[in-house]
């Protein structure tokens, strides 16, 4: 029984720690890029490998979400000859769900693997020693142009997602399928505010900052073994996947 | 003058170090051997606070490091080279941005200045022409020696070798040696070295120590630490599986 307390206990109590260190690094992440030397190359370097890198893929699954959507979306309005609502529903999906969330998925799973598991390999390989020895910060040179990178990046590829996947829908609804193109976007234009286009930026941010701040302290706190790599790139895609849906789930919430 | 005051480690259950005192003679190479796990490379990283202890401290120039604000210690921080046992270079960058960046992160220097001054490094170390590699394409007898180089190019008061051999077959471990000699005679470093290359690593040494149980058993001058009547020291010396320190 007292053992059972104390498991429960010893459990709270390294969660807690846990938790405080992870907002200690965030915070020492955000001191850090303050600090000079301004690493605008790396920054650039990291938009690229977020950004850019991240394109093709983002592309790829806005073109057949929209498509999916349009599908989906038609059929279903038909039922009550509600079909010129599609390009509304689309727009609103997508704007304010769809889009960030996903785009969030692939850069997750494109990016956010590698830069855990790169981190975390030069921590198993002392190459994170090697920079503190150089008296190079590790945190200012490794971690805030990461995160810096992705909240830049984010938002830019979210905006990408949403324009394919819309035009995605709109092959199906309007060019497959029959839709008007004009009910398609003046539904759009009526229905969709400003206010979900700031819902779906600022949720793109916020997803950014949460890759980015996962997969660099898993990899910064891997263990120091072979398997360490594997275990620190395994945990940080599933925690920002979950972290994704939590954290939209309550952005959603807020800002309805 | 680097001294080792009463030093204490513990990783969860496993007390490691367990007061070491040691004092490391400015200018002159000292080697630490030890039986494998007898906490050498722990003891190696807390002497730039790369590891911080639990209890003791660690005083360069006479400032206990492990007391330091982050800024202050960087600036001592750059008086340390270190040589990693497995050479530590960054995989994302060539040989040459190896040894590059600690000038450009700390000397200004222009560009022309740096490439002379990586090229005239790596040249030394036997590397001219090589820097264009990265990491992964050279051996690891290259990596050591890109290692040096890095550690070296910044001109360090003190250098820390951890392991500079192992791995390497013994005509190459010689060939890091005799670098490592020869660079001490150039650059006139105060060098650490933690090694289990035992009797080649003497050929190198000033002055010798030996850690076990946690704590230094002997320490002296290389050619009285080979003659050391410590039961431990003649042990580990003549490679006996029979005496104080228990082997399995």
């Not at chain 2, 401290?57 to 330091?68: A, N, S």
Request: aromatic share 8%; charged share 15%; hydrophobic share 50%.
């Amino acid at each position: 029984m007292f053992s059972w307390i104390g498991q429960i206990g010893r459990c709270t109590i390294e969660w807690t720690v846990g938790m405080g260190r992870t907002f200690l690094f965030l915070l020492s992440a955000f001191a850090w890029a303050f600090r000079p030397p301004t690493r605008l190359r790396l920054i650039v370097h990291h938009i690229r490998t977020i950004g850019v890198e991240s394109l093709s893929v983002v592309i790829l699954s806005g073109i057949f979400t929209g498509m999916v959507m349009g599908l989906q979306g038609y059929y279903s309005l038909r039922k009550f000859n509600a079909e010129n609502f599609l390009g509304s529903a689309v727009a609103l999906g997508i704007l304010r769900e769809l889009g960030p969330v996903l785009s969030a998925f692939m850069v997750t799973g494109r990016t956010g693997s590698a830069m855990a598991a790169e981190i975390s390999s030069m921590k198993v390989t002392e190459q994170i020693d090697a920079l503190y020895s150089m008296a190079i910060n590790p945190i200012q040179y490794l971690v805030s142009p990461r995160i810096i990178a992705g909240l830049i990046s984010m938002p830019l590829l979210t905006a990408i997602f949403d324009v394919v996947a819309i035009y995605g829908a709109f092959v199906v609804g309007v060019q497959l399928l029959g839709v008007s193109s004009g009910s398609y976007f003046a539904g759009m234009e009526l229905s969709v505010v400003f206010k979900d286009v700031l819902s779906g930026f600022l949720k793109s941010v916020s997803f950014g900052l949460i890759i980015t701040w996962i997969c660099c302290y898993k990899g910064f706190h891997a263990p120091p073994m072979a398997t360490g790599v594997g275990q620190a790139t395994t945990e940080s895609v599933v925690l920002c996947f979950v972290m994704i849906l939590v954290w939209n789930y309550f952005m959603t919430s807020i800002m309805l | 003058m680097i001294r080792v005051v009463d030093l204490y480690k513990t990783f969860g259950r496993q007390e490691v170090l367990k007061g070491v005192n040691l004092e490391l003679e400015t200018g002159k190479i000292t080697t630490i051997i030890g039986g494998s796990g007898s906490g050498k490379t722990v003891l190696l990283k807390h002497l730039n606070a790369l590891l911080l202890p639990d209890r003791g401290g660690i005083l360069v120039d006479g400032k206990d490091i492990t007391k330091l604000r982050q800024t202050e210690l960087n600036n001592i921080r750059r008086k340390f080279g270190v040589l990693f046992q497995g050479a530590a270079l960054l995989d994302s960058m060539t040989i040459f941005d190896n040894v590059a960046f600690p000038v450009r992160e700390h000397l200004r220097l222009n560009e022309a200045e740096v490439e002379k001054k990586v090229n005239d490094n790596l040249a030394q170390v036997g590397l001219a022409g090589m820097g264009y590699k990265f990491p992964a394409e050279v051996s690891g007898g290259m990596k050591k020696r890109a290692g040096l180089a890095r550690a070296l190019v910044t001109e360090p008061e003190i250098m820390l070798f951890d392991e500079p051999t192992t791995g390497l077959d013994p005509l190459l471990g010689k060939s890091i040696h005799q670098l490592i000699r020869q660079m001490h005679t150039q650059f006139k470093f105060t060098g650490v070295i933690v090694s289990h290359d035992i009797p080649e690593v003497f050929s190198i040494s000033d002055r010798v120590a030996m850690l076990a149980n946690g704590v230094i058993v002997e320490v002296g001058d290389t050619a009285a630490f080979t003659d050391s009547k410590n039961p431990v020291v003649r042990q580990f010396l003549q490679i006996d599986t029979e005496g104080p320190i228990a082997v399995l």
